[in-house]
């Protein structure tokens, strides 16, 4: 039964909690990657349909000015929302919202070089989730900065829902 796109932000919780993992006080990034995955299988009610990207997901790493510039890695799931405003507009458009788990980690010279790495995320995926995981994981572990991260222990991290862009 799909769950209302309102409330994914708690499910995703309640996964990471099944998992042993405090969403904001994630230890394991391994841990943290496999809730994220057991939720990318949750159904969402309120989005639009797959073929119209309406429920996607991406990676993502860097230093932002928002955290402090500290090193983060984050799993984000983005919506579609058509159950908002009058689809009777001509100008309707969907709301863009996404939940994202953000990992903050402390320096460390393993991935002094962060920024420069040319990528700053794995791109959204919008169908295959299965392959599209196996394939980011891949990516991720092919870049030994991103590597030694997945190997650390975050120094905190948090879950939001939030309305994008």
């Not at 100008?91 to 420069?116: G, I, N, R, T």
Request: with cysteine.
């Amino acid at each position: 039964m799909p769950i209302p796109w309102r409330s994914s932000a708690e499910v995703f919780a309640q996964i990471l909690r099944q998992r042993g993992v405090e969403p904001a006080a994630v230890r394991d990034v391994n841990a943290a990657w496999d809730a994220f995955a057991e939720f990318l299988q949750i159904e969402i009610a309120g989005i639009e349909p797959p073929e119209n990207d309406g429920d996607g997901f991406i990676a993502e790493w860097g230093k932002w000015d928002w955290n402090d510039d500290q090193p983060a890695l984050s799993f984000g799931r983005l919506f579609a929302v058509n159950d908002v405003g009058e689809r009777d507009d001509p100008h309707w458009q969907p709301e863009y919202w996404k939940v994202e788990l953000q990992l903050l980690f402390c320096e460390d010279p393993a991935w002094a070089d962060l920024d420069s790495m040319g990528h700053q995320d794995t791109g959204f995926d919008y169908v295959s989730r299965t392959a599209a995981l196996g394939e980011m994981r891949r990516f991720i572990e092919s870049y030994p900065q991103l590597a030694s991260m997945w190997r650390a222990e975050p120094a905190r991290s948090n879950l939001t829902l939030e309305r994008a862009g």
